[in-house]
């Protein structure tokens, strides 16, 4: 008697597989075999639920083949670099200074080669998107691990280029001033998608890089990458019950092969009958034997789950209940939840139909029947596997386990359920539009209030920092604007003229909205006297009630209020493609001292995904300061020739008449200038301290003589400027 024991051969093949090549081959890879490797059950290191960027000093890096999504060890960082940014501090204002904070570091992704790098999570949110794009500010720079690779230029001007290595057959990522606002300034927690191999998976990189003599073309269906971050052995132990094995090591090398590895499988001849004492089937020549439901049969599969992120993911396999508790597989490899259902049905069939096995005795000797063969026996239908081969006086004995039919548990599919992913919105263009806002009674009557509408059409903006150009083309810093976009765009039907007095039903413009998903409100009157729904409509501020959505953005705005905060002299000359900003809420506000005096100056807005700045002039300059035009204009011609021109004032930031009662003028001096002839080229000029003038009759008479047909015009002269002119006769 004799029987094939090949775990010798292990010690005679050696190198660093040892013991587990000794165990693969002659027990053929399977559950036996597993429980050969370490004398019982092999219980590895237990799937890791997506474990974060560390920093330990002497640990192993793992390899990685195929896409996955790894965590890295950091291996070199520099310390936090504060900025600081102050805004305001003019007139009496106390500055506001602004802390940020960037750092930069390097973190190794495995031990082994990769392509490249995917998306990065950064604290369960994406850093990096699936198009290459970061999601804050910094640099990325991706080193494969190839054996030529040159030191980082960043570390090496930070260390020295005599102590900077290349990391050779490392693959890390270096992060360059990355921007750690959004992670409470500090490095966040990371974890990086890698690419390594291209093509379908299989076990033949993982053996060819220890043993180069090995073929192990097995492949890894469904499998869309895995780590190996244990030893060799516990990889292999994973992998066992989920993709069985064959082992041949009768060749000039290793051959470990799939387990139904035959095309066509063996006709095993005539059961020979046998009369020994003790031997089975002595007038059949066979026995057949089935062994109860296993306490813990492995129907439970703990995954990678590439539709949720590579989160760990389980599925399970449908079928009779076992009596015990079920056993959980956990393979550290990424797949889907269709493949990972299929994986795990499979196994559970493979081991229900493996409790049936048959004793067979035959006369032949056959070179192809050997341990892992695939066969058929004339009393059983249905494929058999040879598991034991074993030579006696009688014959040779075969062992025989049964192979779950083709197609079992077909036509079953497998749910990934339900996550909460992490949003990658590509980064968008920023839009802007600045402007300059009348005084609304709260503020400093001596400071502009200038305002930066920033905005995109993407969801995916991540706001944007803002400059201003004072002329010289240099960008001096002005802040941020914050995540949030304004609510901009331009008009695509003009506004006509209408007077500022009346509640203006008959008019209405078409707005085009910058982004898709942004909306309008409607407003009632009560809401309108509260400073509701105002919007500036190229220099004109309006007020609306009904907001109506047309598709794609666009919006059909009406019932208005014409000409607010002191603009009716912008009514009259819209026209298509001006820009609408809404007022309430989201515009940025700047500081005046920063943005400066110059009525040429301009505002700029860089964000991400912009190629340069955006710029655009300030709307509206200067009309914080400006004085409100006159109104409510009256002339009273005497007998004698004489002429009295009369008007009312009104006053910045005083929008409300309560009670009748002149309000405060917000002047240093009531002043007022009156011209006759042209605005710019006045034929004669008046200046006065109260709100009005009279024009004796030698003086209306020679301006009759010498410029007939003019008219007249008054300006309030506040502290700062002129105000527009009231047309008075």
Not at 94 to 100: A, F, G
Not at 637 to 661: E, F, K, N
């Amino acid at each position: 008697m004799a029987t094939l024991v090949f775990s010798a051969i292990g010690t005679l093949i050696g190198g660093p597989l040892g013991g587990a090549i000794g165990a693969l081959v002659g027990q053929q890879v399977d559950n036996s075999v597993i429980s050969s490797i370490g004398g019982g059950s092999i219980s590895g290191a237990r799937l890791s639920d997506l474990t974060v960027t560390t920093s330990s000093y002497g640990a192993a890096l793992p390899r990685h083949f195929g896409a996955m999504r790894v965590a890295g060890s950091v291996i070199w960082a520099t310390d936090l670099a504060e900025h600081t940014q102050s805004q305001g501090g003019g007139k009496g204002k106390p500055s506001v200074t602004t802390y940020s904070y960037t750092s930069s570091f390097a973190v190794a992704l495995g031990s082994r080669p990769l392509s490249s790098v995917g998306r990065i999570w950064a604290d369960g949110t994406l850093l990096r998107g699936a198009a290459g794009d970061l999601k804050v500010g910094g640099a990325m720079r991706f080193y494969p691990g190839d054996d030529n690779q040159a030191p980082d230029v960043l570390i090496a001007s930070a260390e020295g280029a005599t102590l900077c290595p290349g990391f050779r057959g490392v693959p890390y990522v270096v992060l360059e001033n990355l921007d750690l606002t959004n992670y409470g300034n500090r490095i966040p927690a990371m974890s990086f998608e890698v690419f390594a191999d291209s093509g379908a998976l299989s076990l033949a990189p993982l053996f060819g890089e220890l043993l180069g003599d090995v073929d192990a073309a097995v492949p890894l269906g469904g499998i869309s990458g895995f780590s190996c971050e244990g030893s060799f052995k516990e990889t292999l132990a994973k992998f066992q019950p989920m993709f069985p094995m064959n082992c041949d090591a009768s060749g000039t090398s290793l051959t470990i092969a799939p387990e139904l590895q035959q095309a066509v499988p063996i006709v095993l001849g005539e059961a020979a009958v046998a009369v020994g004492q003790g031997d089975f089937g002595t007038r059949t020549g066979f026995a057949r034997k089935r062994a109860p439901l296993a306490t813990n049969p492995p129907r439970v599969l703990r995954y990678y789950d590439t539709d949720r992120d590579y989160q760990p993911g389980t599925q399970r396999a449908i079928g009779q209940p076992s009596p015990g508790q079920p056993q959980t597989i956990e393979l550290p490899a990424a797949m889907n939840a269709a493949s990972a259902f299929g994986l795990v049905s499979h196994t559970a069939n493979a081991a229900n139909w493996a409790r049936e096995t048959l004793a067979w005795r035959s006369t032949e000797l056959d070179p192809a029947v050997v341990p892992g063969a695939t066969v058929i026996v004339s009393e059983t239908p249905g494929l058999w596997r040879v598991t034991v081969w074993e030579w006696r006086a009688s014959g040779v004995e075969l062992t025989l386990e049964r192979i779950a039919p083709p197609g079992a548990g077909a036509g079953m599919a497998g749910d990934a359920g339900r996550a909460n992913l992490a949003s990658d919105v590509g980064g968008a263009a920023t839009s802007l539009i600045a402007f300059e806002l009348p005084l609304d009674g709260t503020t400093s009557l001596d400071t502009a209030a200038i305002y930066a509408a920033v905005s995109s059409a993407g969801a995916g903006w991540s706001g944007a920092s803002i400059y201003v150009d004072q002329g010289t083309g240099a960008l001096v810093p002005l802040g941020a604007s914050g995540r949030k976009r304004s609510i901009i765009g331009t008009v695509a039907v003009p506004l006509g003229a209408a007077s500022p007095l009346l509640f203006d039903r008959n008019s209405a413009l078409t707005v085009q909205l910058a982004g898709a998903d942004m909306a309008l409100a409607e407003a009632t009157t009560t809401q309108l006297a509260a400073g509701g729904n105002r919007a500036l409509i190229g220099s004109e501020i309006i007020q609306f009630t009904t907001a109506t959505a047309l598709g794609g953005g666009a919006w059909r705005v009406a019932g208005l209020l014409r000409g607010r905060g002191g603009t009716e002299n912008a009514i009259a000359g819209h026209v298509a493609g001006e820009g609408f900003a809404l007022l309430n809420g989201g515009p940025t506000a700047l500081s005046a001292d920063l943005v400066g005096g110059n009525p040429g100056a301009r505002i700029a807005a860089l964000g991400l995904a912009d190629a340069g700045a955006v710029e655009a002039p300030i709307i509206n300059r200067g009309i914080t300061l400006r004085p409100l035009s006159p109104v409510h204009p009256s002339v009273h011609h005497a007998a004698d020739g004489s002429l009295t021109l009369a008007w009312v004032r009104r006053a910045r930031g005083a929008w409300q008449w309560l009670g009748g009662v002149d309000v405060p003028l917000q002047e240093e001096a009531e002043n007022y200038r009156v011209s006759y002839g042209a605005l710019t080229a006045p034929v004669m000029v008046w200046s006065v301290s109260q709100p009005s003038l009279t024009i004796d009759t030698a003086t209306m008479a020679s301006l009759s003589g010498t410029s007939p047909g003019g008219s007249f015009q008054v300006q309030q002269s506040g502290t700062y400027a002129l105000s527009d002119a009231l047309l008075l006769i």
